[in-house]
Every structure is written in C-alpha cells, then in structure tokens.
C-alpha cells in the first residue's frame, strides 16, 4: 500500500524547470530552507527534460539576463571545454556554439545542461537548504481561505504521497498545474479584444485554443538503415493536411512562413560540410531554419577531433511535429495522455516520413540512415522525456502584460511599458505557433520589455507565486515572455521575493502595495544580478 510522508518548509517549489531551479537557488541563498520536487528524470524542463535549444534574444552575450542564468550558460560552455576534445578554434571561442544551430547562440545536448544545473544546486543540497524530491507531481492541495497551506505530491513510480506544507508555494510547473488545484484564479486560450484590448485577439474568448505542444528527438545520420517500426498513427499523419498548410500535407518540407504565412520550402541535408565557425545565431537577422539540419543542431561534427563524432546530431522541434489536434489544459487525465500520445504519434510519423519518403536533392527519396539518438534523450525510445509546453494556464494577475505593452506597432519607438515595479528584462518576438483552435501563426514585432512584480502574483492568493510561464501573460504576449532566460528570470524573482517576504513577516501583495518594499527587493535584486532595465544597444524585432 502506498506510503504517504509529511514535510514541512520555508518554500515549496513545484516544477523544477529553469523557473523553478532559478528560484530553489535565490530562496536557498537567502537562508530559506526549499522543498524543490520534479516529476521527469531530469531536472531543467524546456532546457533539458523538454530538449529545446535556448531560445534567446540577440544580445544576451553582453546584457539582458540574470547573473545566475549566465552562470548556468558559462557552466554549459565549461563543460565542453573541460571534458571535450574540441578542436582549437572551437575552444577558442568565447562564444562557444557546440552545435553551431542557427536557433540559438548556445545550442548543445540536453545532458549537459542536467550536469550544470545539478552542480548550481550541490551546494544548497550539501548544506541542507534544498530538498529535491524527484519523480512526483502534484495531485491536491489544502487552502485556508486565500493563503495555501500544503500541497499533496505523487510518485510517478509508485504511488507513494508527499504532503508538503510552506509558508510560500511556487508554482514552477510547465502548465500552471497548482492553480486549479489550490483554487488559484487563471485563464487558459485567448482572452477576448474586449477583456484585453489587443489589435491581434478574437473577438469572443476562446479559452480551449492553446498553442501547440511538442515531443522534441535527436537523430544523427549513420550508414545502414535505422528506419523504425511503422508507427500506428502513420497512416493519419502522413495524410493529414491542417487549414494553415494551405493544402500541403503536414509531414513534408513545407510549413507556412511565421511572418508572411505564405508557404515556404525548407531543405533538409544532413551532415553538409558548412563551416560551423560561420555560423551567426540571431533570428533577428535571419531566422536560420533554411536548412532543418542545421536549424537547431546541438552537436556539429567539425567542431570536435577527427573521429570522435561520426557526424552531426540534430534536434527535430519543427513545424511538422506541432501538436495541435486538441488542447491538453483542463480535460481529464486519460484525455490528456491519449492526446500527448497521439503526439509522440506525429513525432515518430515525421521520423518515418523522413526515413521512408521524404524527397532528397539527389532526386531520390527517404533518409533510412536517420538514427534516433535516445541517450541524447535520457530514454528508451528516443523521444523527449516531457513534452514541449508552448503555452500554459496563466494567473489572473494583479498586473496582466497585454500585446499593447510590448508590440512595436503600436509602442513604436516609445518602447515597450516601463513599469516602476520591475523585477527583470526579456526580448523575443511574439511568436505563436499554430493552436487548437484552427490558427494559424501569429508573428508581432515586439520592442526589448521589463518584467513587472505584479505579473507573479495572483489577484487573490496570498501566498502562491507564479514562477514559469504561468505569469500574467496573454495567450498573445504569451508567445515572447515564453523563452527560456525570461522563465529563469520570473523563478528567480519568485524565490527572492518569497525568502524577502519570510524575513520580513509581509505577503507578497504587501511588497507590491508600498514602494519603499518594491525599491528595497528591486536593490537586493540588482545586487544578485538581476537585471531591472534594458541598457543601450538593443532594438525592436
């Protein structure tokens, strides 16, 4: 019979993502003893467990994100010069881009990553601060009026229950999953024009379209035929043609252009021999996913010594394994679980189609030496460990970030909102991918943006503080407060404002009501390197 455990902390953290190592680490370092649970083998989330290459803003070498998450970029650096035989030029690099993707300025293998962020916690872990408790997931919680007293978590493996009670909870999950569980006020989908007033969102809620979800795997290309079994779902998928594809079928080198939405071609080759020093990640300049090969490689061939790759790997996370049949948010578990299958279903499709049938340039068709890379995954079949969660329930916070806040149509050379309460900076576009709803992208130029406090808290609980996607976001500014060195930032600032709030016997709506509060944890903030505004250099894209 399974066995149920009560612990008590300072700070629970639910989701140990980049959001909720970030902000394990700043509670922990104020002296606040943290309760951090996890419910996929690996620690990390869209970094790691997800395998999504970072998805960040032109200047993020020089300015832009938080001390602790350059660390955690400089750790990953640091491992490939320290343990891997790269070639002179690579380690010679500053700028080090182990996959030299055209995605990211830092494209490397999701184990990496795990080994960083497991180093940052060691010390916390060592001294007691930090208790990981790995394989759970949150099933219930227990509230007192507005303040929540416990959260119940489940083993993934046996069964087995952890109550946890806190003083402060954050919510660091992929999909806000404490907020239904403990009562907490949140929207999923689009808001309607008229709650939010943004140029871009539909008339009407719709509060079932989410954006889509994905299951990430890496393939390198080897002799003989590694083609898989034929998946069950192929022969859906292979014919399968969404409104956005124009009449094009979804598993193919066609997918509509983000921007123009017209529908482009993309070219697959893999291995191509390109100088991987050459390659300049910046989306702002060119969105580098002409080559699919090459668009989020996590490890290139030519930066290693001879032999010690037989060629590069490269991560699928493509408009062809957009999962947007049925949302997932808010429908019962074993609805839930079919539809993240049918998911694994189209990954594996696209892997099949590209083995069996895809066109190559030498006029023939499929690639049967594509190989699954499944320790590169941390699994057995290939596939990510977690699905890749675009979008999640959002709170219903005191401060909602809407499109007319950071689009650069309507902000122009204003830029984005200031806000006297900020507590961090990001850039990205709005990016949305295809939803469940029939759309499809939906591009905005935005302008560099601050994070303000007030998008961390709840309108009514007191003591639960968003520390993941689940911020006061839109489903439309959703699609740029998304990435991952903003969601480092928001836990970040969730577990210093918790242990802030600790110290000083106030709720966090307090700090947020009386300036002189906001100043003193702004200070403590900047102090730790977080931070608060943009500086010069940066502009709209």
């Not at 612990?7 to 970030?22: E, P």
């Not at 200047?59 to 998450?69: H, I």
């Not at 429908?331 to 590209?354: F, K, T």
């Not at 295809?434 to 998008?455: H, K, N, Q, W």
Request: net charge negative; glycine share 10%.
């Amino acid at each position: 019979m399974p066995t149920t455990t009560d612990v008590t902390t300072d700070v629970l953290v639910v989701g140990a993502g980049l959001g909720g190592v970030a902000a394990a680490l700043a509670a922990a370092d104020r002296g606040a003893r943290v309760v951090l649970t996890e419910e996929h083998p690996w620690i990390g989330g869209q970094l790691t467990s997800q395998a999504v290459p970072p998805d960040e803003h032109p200047w993020v070498e020089t300015q832009g994100v938080t001390r602790r998450y350059r660390a955690l970029r400089d750790g990953i650096r640091e491992v490939y010069r320290r343990d891997y035989p790269l070639t002179a030029a690579a380690r010679g690099r500053d700028d080090l881009n182990p996959g030299a993707g055209w995605v990211s300025k830092l494209c490397h293998e999701p184990r990496v990553a795990v080994n960083v962020l497991e180093r940052m916690l060691l010390p916390g872990r060592v001294s007691g601060r930090i208790t990981l408790v790995e394989r759970v997931r949150p099933v219930a919680a227990e509230t007192d009026g507005d303040t929540v007293r416990a959260v119940t978590l489940e083993s993934v493996l046996d069964g087995s229950r952890t109550t946890v009670t806190a003083g402060y909870v954050l919510d660091a999950t992929e999909t806000g999953e404490l907020l239904p569980l403990t009562g907490t006020e949140y929207v999923t989908g689009f808001e309607s024009q008229a709650a939010t007033g943004e140029p871009s969102a539909p008339a009407e809620a719709q509060p079932d379209n989410v954006q889509a979800l994905s299951v990430c795997f890496a393939v390198e290309h080897a002799d003989g035929d590694h083609t898989i079994e034929r998946p069950d779902r192929y022969d859906f998928w292979s014919s399968y043609r969404p409104g956005p594809w124009n009449g094009e079928r979804m598993l193919s080198w066609h997918a509509p252009n983000p921007r123009t939405l017209a529908m482009d071609v993309r070219s697959f080759t893999p291995d191509p021999g390109d100088d991987a020093g050459a390659v300049v990640a910046d989306q702002s300049r060119n969105p580098g996913d002409g080559n699919l090969w090459t668009f989020r490689r996590i490890m290139a061939r030519d930066q290693f010594a001879p032999g010690f790759l037989a060629g590069d790997v490269c991560l699928v996370n493509w408009p062809s394994i957009d999962y947007f049949l049925a949302p997932v948010l808010d429908v019962p578990r074993d609805v839930e679980l079919a539809r993240i299958e049918d998911a694994r279903q189209l990954s594996l499709s696209m892997l099949y189609w590209m083995q069996t049938e895809a066109p190559r340039t030498d006029g023939g068709t499929g690639f049967p030496g594509l190989r699954l890379r499944p320790d590169v995954m941390g699994t057995a079949d290939g596939l990510a460990q977690a699905v890749y969660h675009r979008e999640s329930r959002r709170i219903r916070a005191v401060t909602t970030v809407t499109e007319n806040d950071v689009s650069y149509a309507v902000r122009g050379d204003r830029g984005a909102t200031r806000y006297d309460d900020s507590v961090g900076v990001g850039m990205y576009r709005i990016d949305l991918h295809p939803s469940t709803g029939g759309d499809t992208y939906i591009d905005v130029p935005s302008t560099p943006f601050e994070i303000p406090l007030g998008a961390l808290l709840p309108e009514r609980t007191t003591n639960l503080l968003a520390a993941n996607k689940n911020i006061g976001t839109t489903h439309i500014t959703n699609g740029c407060y998304r990435l991952h060195p903003v969601e480092w930032n928001v836990g970040e600032v969730a577990g210093h404002l918790a242990a802030f709030c600790a110290e000083r016997g106030v709720r966090p709506h307090d700090v947020h009501a009386k300036p002189d509060l906001v100043t003193e944890l702004q200070s403590e903030l900047t102090a730790a390197g977080v931070q608060l505004r943009w500086g010069p250099g940066v502009h709209p894209y």
